[in-house]
T-cell receptor, first 116, second 112 residues
Framework: GAVVSQHPSWVICKSGTSVKIECRSL??????MFWYRQFPKQSLMLMAT?????????EQGVEKDKFLINHASLTLSTLTVTSAHPEDSSFYIC????????????FGPGTRLTVL | SQQGEEDPQALSIQEGENATMNCSYK?????LQWYRQNSGRGLVHLIL?????REKHSGRLRVTLDTSKKSSSLLITASRAADTASYFC????????????FGQGTRLTINP
């Protein structure tokens, strides 16, 4: 099946630093990738839709200048949390939709971000 | 905003019993999907049911969809300890991006 990887799987950083998370589709091309955030014992909240070669579409309430998304190729999207603060600590999950005729999304294993 | 409500929020049953989880949503959908998430891990896609389908099976899983009631159910038969996880329904919208909106999830515990 389609495999999506994320790197790193976990990261601890100091408040005020920026953190980049990578999402890769390993064996398929994904024109569209999605970024979610999940707080403990809660559901996934969609942050943004990332389209290859164009600007990401952010959900209401998500600061685009704080969560920078780049989808430079059909297999890679990155999420950069800029000037991270403790309230940004969360589990960040990406997913990718197969380019040709797919409706199911394949999820990465997630990245646990802890901001001290 | 969250679209789905899942019921129950938590379910604990004995191994071998059947587990039923329900999901309700608010708007028109293209499809509804069920996912499993083990603690601290990513999501695993279980099954997708389209808006013009009423029931779908996959192994020990049975999903129903009632678009008139805007609800879906996931039945896991002959449960196993390995089925312990959180289960989420997610609705796919009818727009081109086909983004998913997740329900709150049901935490299922299978007791050996």
């Amino acid at each position: 099946g389609a495999v999506v990887s994320q790197h790193p799987s976990w990261v601890i950083c100091k408040s005020g630093t920026s953190v980049k998370i990578e999402c890769r589709s390993l064996d398929f091309q994904a024109t569209t990738m999605f970024w979610y955030r999940q707080f403990p014992k809660q559901s996934l909240m969609l942050m943004a839709t990332s389209n290859e070669g164009s600007k990401a579409t952010y959900e209401q309430g998500v600061e685009k200048d704080k969560f920078l998304i780049n989808h430079a190729s059909l297999t890679l999207s990155t999420l950069t949390v800029t000037s991270a603060h403790p309230e940004d600590s969360s589990f960040y999950i990406c997913s990718a939709r197969v380019s040709l005729g797919g409706t199911a999304q394949f999820f990465g294993p997630g990245t646990r971000l802890t901001v001290l | 905003s969250q679209q789905g409500e899942e019921d129950p929020q938590a379910l604990s049953i004995q191994e071998g019993e059947n587990a039923t989880m329900n999901c309700s949503y608010k708007t028109s959908i293209n499809n509804l999907q069920w996912y499993r998430q083990n603690s601290g891990r990513g999501l695993v896609h279980l099954i997708l049911i389209r808006s013009n389908e009423r029931e779908k099976h996959s192994g020990r899983l049975r999903v129903t969809l009632d678009t008139s009631k805007k609800s879906s159910s996931l039945l896991i038969t002959a449960s196993r300890a390995a089925d312990t996880a959180s289960y989420f329904c997610a609705t796919g919208d009818i727009q081109g991006a086909q983004k998913l909106v997740f329900g709150q999830g049901t935490r299922l515990t299978i007791n050996p």
